[in-house]
C-alpha cells in the first residue's frame, strides 16, 4: 500500500481522534482550564503510546506541561528531527459569535469547525497518520530519521518556560533539524512553505512637564508641553521614507535575495482585495522601496499602539498638560535583537526629549527573537521536495508577520528551521469559528511521510 492510500484509508479513523482532542478545552491562559491542558497533554501521551513511539513523556515545566516523544531510526548514524507544535488553544470568547460549541467539534461538508482545529492540534496531528503511512508504505519498523515530538502547553500564552525547558532538556532533543508545524500557506490552490516570522518588542514612553495642568491662557507658549513633544517624538519615529530612525535600527538586518522577492512576487496577491481584509484601510503603506508582502513578511516596522494625555472628556478644557504617554510595538526581522532594539529606544527618546521635559520609558518585557529559513537550505530543500510529491505542483514560499518560540528552538537546539504546515489564513485561528480544511490535512500527513524519507538522505 502506498502512502496516499493508506491515508485515504485510515482518513475516518484520524478525525474521530482528532476530534476527541478537540473536545478537550486546553485554554493555557485562563487559569480554570489548566487542569484541561494537563488532561491534553495526558490524551495525547496516550495516543502516541497507541501509535507505536516507543519512548513517550510528559514534561513538566514551572507551568503547564509538554509531550515529549521518540522514535529511533533503526540506523543508529541517521539524522534526528524534532517536530515542534503545541496543544494548548485560545481562549473562545466571544461565545456568541461561535455558530457551533467551540469544544463539540463539527464537521461542515471538508471543514471542521473547533478550537484548535487548525492552531494547532490538527497541525501536530497530522504527523502522526504521516509516520503511520510511511512506515506502512515501506514496510519498515522505524522510520528512517529518529523523530522527536514535542508538543508544548504553553505557547498560546506566551510559552513562558519553554527556553528554560529546552535548556534542561537540550540532550534529548538534540537534532539535526527542526520541524514546524503551527503557521500557513498561502492558500489551498497556492502551497507555499513559510521561511521566517517576524519578532517583537513592546516599549511605552511617559512625559512629563510641569507638576500640574496649566492653564493655556496664562502659561501655553511659555512652557513646554509634553503632548506637543510626544506628538514630535512619535513624528520622528520614521523618516520620510517610511523608515524606522532609531539608531543602529537595520544594523545586521538579513536583506530579501533577488530570488526571495522574485517567488514573492509570483504570489497571486491583490492588493485591493488586501485593502479591504485590512479594515478596508485607504491605502498601501510602508517602507519605500518594498511592496507590501516584502513589508509585512521581512521587513522590521516600529508601531504606535496608543497615545493620550491632557483633557479627554466632553466639553473644552483649555490647559497645558503636565504629562503624555504612548505604547509602541516594534516587528523585528533575522538579524535583529529585542534587547538591541529597547536599548536603542531609550537612546532615541533621550536624544528626542526637549528641555523642560522629562521622560520615561519602560520595557513590557524580553520581547521575541525573530526566525529565518533560508529558501537554499538543504533542510528547506528537502522539505519541498516531500511538499511537492505530495500536492502535485510546485511549492513557493512565504514569511510570516506574527511571532512564537521559532528562535529559541533555533538558536539552544543548534540546528535548522523547517516550516512544513497547511494552515490557512482564513482558518479563523484566535476567533470565533476556527477551521481546518480536512484535504489539506491529509495532503499535510502525506507530505510529512515523504519528509522523512528526504531528510534521511539530506541531512547526512
Known sequence: ?????????????????????????????????????????????????????????????????????????????????????????????????????????????????????????????????????????????????????????????????????????????????????????????VPSMCTGMRGLTEVSVSLYGPDIDLHSGSFGGAVPNPLHAMASLLAGLHDEDGRVTLPGFYDGVVPLTAEERELFARLPFDEAAWLKTAGNSGAAYGEKGYTTLERVWARPTAEVNGMWGGHTGPGGKTIVPREAHAKISFRLVAGQEPRTVQEAFKEFVAANTPAGIRSEVNIAADGVRPCFSPIDSTAVRAARRAMEKAFGKEILFTREGGSGPEADLADILKAPLVFVAVGLDDDQIHAPNEKVEMPLLLKGAEAAAYLWEELATALR
Not at 494548548?88 to 456568541?96: F, S, Y
Open 1 to 189: 500500500m502506498d502512502v496516499a492510500a493508506y491515508i485515504e484509508g485510515n482518513r475516518e479513523r484520524f478525525f474521530a481522534d482528532l476530534k476527541e482532542w478537540l473536545a478537550i478545552p486546553s485554554i493555557s491562559g485562563d487559569p480554570a482550564h489548566h487542569a484541561d491542558v494537563r488532561r491534553s497533554a495526558e490524551w495525547l501521551a496516550g495516543y502516541l503510546r497507541g501509535q507505536g513511539f516507543p519512548t513517550v513523556e510528559v514534561w513538566e515545566t514551572g507551568g503547564l506541561p509538554a509531550v515529549f516523544a521518540e522514535w529511533p531510526a533503526a540506523d543508529p548514524d541517521a539524522p534526528a528531527v524534532v517536530i515542534y507544535g503545541h496543544h494548548d488553544v485560545q481562549p473562545v470568547e466571544p461565545l456568541a459569535e461561535w455558530h457551533t460549541d467551540p469544544f463539540s467539534p463539527v464537521e461542515k461538508g471538508d471543514r471542521l469547525y473547533g478550537r484548535g482545529a487548525s492552531d494547532d492540534k490538527g497541525q501536530v496531528f497530522f504527523h502522526t497518520l504521516g509516520i503511520a503511512a510511511g512506515l506502512a508504505a515501506s514496510g519498515a519498523t522505524a522510520p528512517p530519521v529518529t523523530i522527536k515530538l514535542l508538543v508544548e502547553g504553553e505557547e498560546e500564552s506566551g510559552s513562558a518556560h519553554f527556553p528554560e525547558l529546552l535548556q534542561e532538556r537540550r540532550d534529548r532533543l538534540a537534532c539535526d533539524a527542526v520541524v514546524i508545524s503551527d503557521t500557513t500557506m498561502w492558500s489551498a490552490d
